[in-house]
């Protein structure tokens, strides 16, 4: 049997204002192919299937889409809910849509109840694959329910693993049962991304990796990395690239293979992407003249300019040459000591209205006014001290 494991799709997602849903419907396309170019049993959605609690009408027609078509592709479907996603939506006709493939964990009562697969022709007392979905919990929430008397991460997630274990070792007294589970959360040792969600408000957020000992696999989600933290828990990441701090990912998922003696092999799958994203950093006129960066000019960009000086139109500039850039930044090189020195320390070496108003405009663009700016300037304060005097 094979098994796809994926999680994050974070579907109605928008990347710096860019949305996103077509995107996320050329990886459903990929998707599909792969569960049938591959003979896919079982996709894995490790939570965070919507990017928001309450999804545009679109965003839930491309998951339904994309459930219809995987059914039809001959996989079925076990989806746990992540920190984004409202589990109670979600989980909305869970029983119905089981009955067509789709498993959904998103309910506490639900850690123990595996969706069973046999592993052999003997069906009756054969080794099976059990696949449980540990959803996000929020300890706040749930510790009491849980009977933890800790409202933290690692309490609510050990006891989660308790009740799954308890269970299969009630199921191996009669059979060899083998074990996937899903769960979305901050495992120790994986590396964060810009476009993750913070788990934890005042505390550590992160659980131990040994709280998923003993299980065949642990599919993980949060994440948006796709990483190795041993040979048997992995993260799959997001299938597209939500921040720029992932620019250099390679997105993807494991394919898991698993037969009547466990899991026999855990091997990549990619995910093409649909536009480059590009982070530069060098002043207007060398990332202007700059050949090398040709490929940027059909990416997405983040661009920090290094001028000593902000120049004028930069962000036109700019998009001239590389027409999405989406987010402008500046981190100025070599310039004066006294435009590094405090605002009010400025203000008050001011010599007159003039040089307060220039100082003003040079503090709030970081480039000084000038000669038209500051005859611009002057003819307002003119102005202005001529009212003064005919009143």
């Known amino acids: 049997m094979r098994l796809l494991h994926t999680s994050d799709w974070h579907l109605g997602r928008s990347f710096h204002g860019v949305g996103m849903l077509e995107a996320q419907r050329a990886f459903v396309d990929q998707l599909i192919d792969v569960v049938r170019e591959q003979s896919v049993g079982?996709?894995?959605?490790?939570?965070?299937?919507?990017?928001?609690?309450?999804?545009?009408?679109?965003?839930?027609?491309?998951?339904?889409?994309?459930?219809?078509?995987?059914?039809?592709?001959?996989?079925?479907?076990?989806?746990?809910?992540?920190?984004?996603?409202?589990?109670?939506?979600?989980?909305?006709?869970?029983?119905?849509?089981?009955?067509?493939?789709?498993?959904?964990?998103?309910?506490?009562?639900?850690?123990?109840?595996?969706?069973?697969?046999?592993?052999?022709?003997?069906?009756?007392?054969?080794?099976?694959?059990?696949?449980?979905?540990?959803?996000?919990?929020?300890?706040?929430?749930?510790?009491?329910?849980?009977?933890?008397?800790?409202?933290?991460?690692?309490?609510?997630t050990r006891a989660a693993t308790e009740l799954i274990r308890a269970d299969i070792a009630a199921r191996a007294k009669i059979r060899t049962v083998h074990s996937v589970v899903l769960a979305h959360t901050f495992a120790s040792g994986g590396i964060s991304s810009d476009s993750e969600r913070d788990l934890s408000i005042g505390g550590v957020g992160a659980v131990p990796l040994d709280l998923f000992d003993g299980f065949s696999y642990t599919a993980l989600g949060h994440l948006h990395g796709r990483q190795t933290l041993s040979p048997a828990v992995r993260y799959s990441g997001s299938p597209l690239a939500y921040s720029f701090s992932e620019a250099k990912h390679q997105k993807g998922g494991w394919l898991i293979d698993v037969d009547a003696t466990g899991v026999t092999d855990v091997t990549e799958v990619l995910w093409d992407a649909p536009r480059q994203l590009a982070v530069l950093r060098g002043t207007l006129e060398e990332l202007l003249a700059a050949e090398e960066l040709g490929w940027a000019e059909g990416a997405y960009c983040q661009i920090t300019l290094t001028d000593p000086q902000r120049p004028s139109q930069a962000m036109e500039r700019l998009r001239a040459r590389f027409p999405d850039t989406l987010v402008l930044g500046f981190d100025p090189q070599g310039a004066e000591a006294s435009a590094k020195t405090s605002y009010s320390s400025r203000l008050a070496q001011a010599g007159d209205d003039l040089s307060i108003c220039c100082g003003f405009l040079e503090h709030v663009r970081g480039r000084a006014a000038d000669e038209a700016e500051s005859g611009v300037l002057a003819e307002a304060l003119e102005a202005v001290r001529l009212e003064g005097v005919s009143r």
């Open 42 to 156: 079982v996709v894995l959605i490790a939570g965070d299937v919507y990017d928001r609690a309450l999804p545009g009408v679109d965003v839930v027609g491309l998951l339904d889409d994309a459930l219809v078509r995987l059914s039809g592709a001959g996989a079925k479907v076990v989806l746990t809910s992540g920190n984004h996603d409202s589990a109670i939506r979600l989980g909305f006709a869970s029983r119905l849509l089981e009955r067509g493939g789709v498993h959904l964990r998103t309910r506490l009562a639900e850690l123990d109840s595996p969706l069973l697969l046999p592993l052999s022709d003997d069906a009756g007392a054969g080794p099976m694959l059990a696949i449980y979905g540990i959803p996000w919990l929020e300890p706040r929430l749930v510790a009491a329910q849980l009977g933890v008397e800790t409202a933290s991460h690692f309490e609510v």
